[in-house]
Each structure stands twice: as structure tokens, then as C-alpha cells.
């Protein structure tokens, strides 16, 4: 049995090729298999245990839970740092960044994938990126336009955000508010780099005057993964021992969507 990686336009299917004539002895031993995943490449900076920066390249399925936890700041998205603006290409472990809730921290991970147009996604969001212009998101929010990975998630404080939630405030894909004019999906014209940053804990940063969500894989409950992909996925992570170790999200995530449904379901009540 012949184990073939095949190139797709930036990511990577592995097939099982059986024999083309199988006897009776060989047929309950070698049965066809399922197809594996499409596989990605990401890239990881962080510091290790003795405050040194390492990088490292992890190849992991292209599946949601991995992606979403690298793909939030488009290049050029710039964030404040002890020592002034500073773009997210250019962040590395160790550097003081303020964040929206806590001040600042100190980041400890930098996470990267390569965005490519037209390739054979699972997800065909995943090979787009989001623009927001100019105050799309209320005055300076942004300012000026600001350009976002396909898995950003936004803070969002609408009044049914408590009701449904218990929280005051939310994170909503940025993907949720696309509406061709203000909010515009991107598809780049060439490969395209976009990032994720990752602290002690779960943070909010502000970006162009918008508040993105940082790193945090979500509750592993709810990542709907088989053990050993559980521990693939903690590879990614070398700055946590364990998933758990992200400890509690600093606000829930919902859909717009949702939202939208309870509001709506509200009126008619």
C-alpha cells in the first residue's frame, strides 16, 4: 500500500492507494480507507520555558479548531506595544503589548497560516481575508480601514447579547457583519500571511480602534475532536502544557445570526 502526498494550491491531501486486484486472502486485510483530511502548514514563534525564542513549523488537518487559532490580524494591522505602534507581522514573544482588559502583557505565542486564493479549502472563508473600512463599526472604529484573517472574532455589546448569554459583551466573527459596502470580503490576489497572537490568558487588543479576540482554542468540549487530534492540536501550543491550561474565555462567542434570531423572536414573542 502506497502512502501519496498530493499538493493542493497550499495545502496537502494524503491518499491511500489499494492494489487494483485484490485475491480472497488479501481483500480482509487491506480494505479501502477513508481519505484523510486536507493537511496545513503553521507556523509557530513563542517562548520557551527558559525565556528564549523558538520557531517551529507544525503540518496538522486543515479543520476548524486549528485554523481559528491562527487566523484573526491581516499584515499591517497595528497594535500598541510599551515601545509605541507596532505591526502584527513584526510582533515577537517577549514584547509588552497593551491589551483592551488587562494592560499590558506580555506576549508569549505567534501563530501564522498562508491564505490562498482559489485553493481547496474545507471552508471557502479560509481563503479570504475581511476589510473593514473607516468608521464601518461606529466613529474611528476603525480608523483608519483595517484589514482581518478569515477567523477574527470582534466585541460586540448589542443588548441581546446579556439575554442570551449572561454576558455583557461577546465576540462575533468578524465575517458576520460582511455587507459589500462598509464590511467587504477580500479574496487576495496571491497568498496572503495572517496571524493570531497568544498571552497568559485569554485578551482583547485594540486594532485600528477595534477590539480582537487573542489566542484561546475554545473549551475542548466544544471542539468536537478524537483524542489524538486533541493532542495534535497541543502541539501547536508549546507555551501550554495542556488545552485546559487557557483557562476561562474572557467573553463568550456567539453568531450574529443568533443574535439576530433572538431579537427578532423577542419582537414577535
Not at 491518499?15 to 480482509?28: E, F, G, K, V
Request: contains cysteine; hydrophobic residues 40%; proline residues 8%.
Amino acid at each position: 500500500m502506497k502512502m501519496t502526498p498530493t499538493p493542493v494550491a497550499g495545502l496537502a491531501t494524503e491518499t491511500n492507494t489499494l492494489p487494483t486486484r485484490m485475491d480472497r486472502a488479501t481483500r480482509q486485510d487491506e480494505r479501502p480507507q477513508r481519505a484523510r483530511p486536507l493537511m496545513r502548514k503553521y507556523e509557530i514563534i513563542h517562548l520557551n520555558a527558559s525565556g528564549d525564542i523558538e520557531d517551529l513549523t507544525r503540518v496538522a488537518p486543515a479543520l476548524p479548531a486549528f485554523e481559528d487559532a491562527f487566523a484573526a490580524f491581516g499584515r499591517g494591522a497595528l497594535l500598541q506595544t510599551e515601545n509605541g505602534p507596532c505591526a502584527v507581522e513584526d510582533l515577537l514573544p517577549g514584547d509588552r503589548v497593551m491589551t483592551s482588559d488587562a494592560g499590558v502583557q506580555t506576549l508569549l505565542w505567534k501563530g501564522a497560516i498562508t491564505i490562498v486564493p482559489g485553493s481547496q479549502n474545507m471552508r471557502p472563508e479560509m481563503g479570504t481575508m475581511t476589510r473593514v473600512t473607516s468608521d464601518a463599526m461606529g466613529f474611528g472604529r476603525p480608523s483608519p480601514d483595517l484589514v482581518l484573517g478569515p477567523s477574527a472574532r470582534v466585541l460586540h455589546t448589542a443588548p441581546t447579547v446579556r439575554t442570551l448569554t449572561g454576558s455583557d459583551a461577546a465576540f462575533v466573527p468578524m465575517r458576520d457583519f460582511v455587507d459589500d459596502a462598509q464590511v467587504i470580503e477580500l479574496k487576495p490576489a496571491a497568498p496572503v500571511e495572517a496571524y493570531q497572537l497568544g498571552f497568559e490568558n485569554h485578551h482583547m487588543v485594540s486594532v485600528n480602534g477595534i477590539d480582537v479576540e487573542t489566542l484561546h482554542p475554545g473549551p475542548v468540549h466544544t471542539l468536537g475532536l478524537r483524542q489524538d487530534l486533541i493532542q495534535m492540536l497541543q502541539t501547536l501550543f508549546p507555551h501550554k502544557v495542556m488545552l485546559s491550561d487557557f483557562g476561562a474565555m474572557l467573553h463568550p462567542r456567539v453568531r450574529l445570526r443568533d443574535l439576530d434570531l433572538f431579537d427578532t423572536a423577542k419582537v414577535h414573542a
